[in-house]
């Protein structure tokens, strides 16, 4: 498989979705880099999981090919189901990519600009949000306020949905900050941006993802959880979501994906079949992202200048600090063969 070689070099963008997080509170052991790559990740894996309990998977690929894969604890213990690659675990706002590249497609039709305004799309919105920009949504520069961590709406909504949080900005449209003066991580942005995608393409968000990401692309295990979603028998289960048996928004959140699935997302991405490399390196650092929600953790990095991509999703409960530690694994182990 022959990936495309990006010009643009990025640091990984650790963009943490604050809202909702857990942890389990148990430390994690740092171990250190071995010979091979496999042992290196083995080792951090039996140090820091039993097969019985929760456990997480992970995938590095490199120069286009999967050199790494697996997986640790259980997807389901009541049942006894082990967690494997095709797995399928909430990305929480890792979801978010999967938001912007949709958005990068329409933008490739000509279906939008990023410089539209959104009340040219959403046109129930205040008028003061003339200047709030499909750019500024994807750069988290809007000014809205972030409906999980700023205004928590989760703890007053039951049964939260895109739409629900819609019509609250329609009443109430104070910004926190003047568009595209600085930026401030906000989940409300990417989840009116599956709002535009619905209005743009005339197809559901869910339906558009499965239309034109999951069923292209052969990710079979991956879905949008909402009101009409049932979990896949291979879902890594967690009874709450944001502390809620019930919730439903997207586009900032609710994908399910499984490593298999992440596998293929990545080998297209590289290949240039979602999108072209221009309009990619537009927005490449939107594309590295962690996410969190209750016991679910999510980690995709892959831009950077050594061509290897990693991909880990868990249900263990872990800080995402664990998840930057393993990055640090795999970081740490190619420098060593460079200097090796």
């Known amino acids: 498989m022959e990936y495309h070689t990006y010009k643009l070099f990025l640091m990984c963008a650790f963009i943490l979705l604050l809202g909702g997080c857990g942890s389990s509170g148990e430390s994690f052991v740092e171990t250190s880099v071995q010979e091979t790559l496999n042992m290196t990740l083995d080792t951090y894996l039996d140090a820091n999981l039993v097969d019985n309990g929760a456990g997480m998977a992970i995938m590095v690929i490199k120069d286009g090919n999967v050199i790494y894969r697996n997986a640790k604890g259980m997807a389901n213990k009541q049942t006894g189901l082990a967690i494997s690659s095709d797995t399928g675990f909430r990305l929480a706002s890792v979801s978010k990519p999967f938001t912007a590249m949709a958005v990068m497609q329409l933008y490739e039709q000509e279906l939008l600009t990023f410089d539209t305004p959104i009340i040219n799309i959403l046109p129930e919105l205040s008028p003061a949000w003339q200047h709030i920009t499909i750019d500024h949504l994807l ?25 629900m949080v819609v019509e609250h900005f329609v009443v ?31 197809e559901r968000f869910e339906d558009y993802m499965m239309n034109h990401f999951f069923q292209p692309f052969g990710m079979t295990d991956s879905y949008i959880s909402d009101e009409y979603s049932i979990p896949r028998a291979n879902y890594a289960t967690q009874t709450t979501v944001f502390g809620h048996s019930s919730f439903n928004v997207n586009g900032s959140t609710g994908q399910v994906s499984s490593l298999n699935d992440m596998e293929h997302f990545i080998n297209a991405l590289f290949q240039g079949l979602l999108v072209s490399e ?57 420098r060593s063969q460079i200097s090796g």
């Open 139 to 163: 750069r988290h520069q809007s000014g809205i306020p972030d409906f999980l961590n700023d205004l928590k709406l989760d703890d007053w909504i039951d049964d939260l949905t895109n739409q």
């Open 278 to 334: 221009e309009t990619i390196n537009l927005y490449a650092d939107r594309i590295n992202h962690t996410g969190s929600s209750d016991s679910f953790r999510s980690f995709m990095f892959l831009f950077n200048q050594d061509n290897w991509q990693l991909v880990i999703l868990a249900n263990d409960g872990l800080t995402t600090t664990d998840h930057v530690y393993v990055h640090k694994l795999v970081e740490d182990y190619y």
């Open 172 to 202: 109430y449209d104070g910004l926190e900050f003047e568009p595209g003066t600085k930026s401030e991580y906000s989940n409300s942005g990417y989840l009116l941006l599956a709002e535009i995608i619905e209005r743009v393409s005339g």
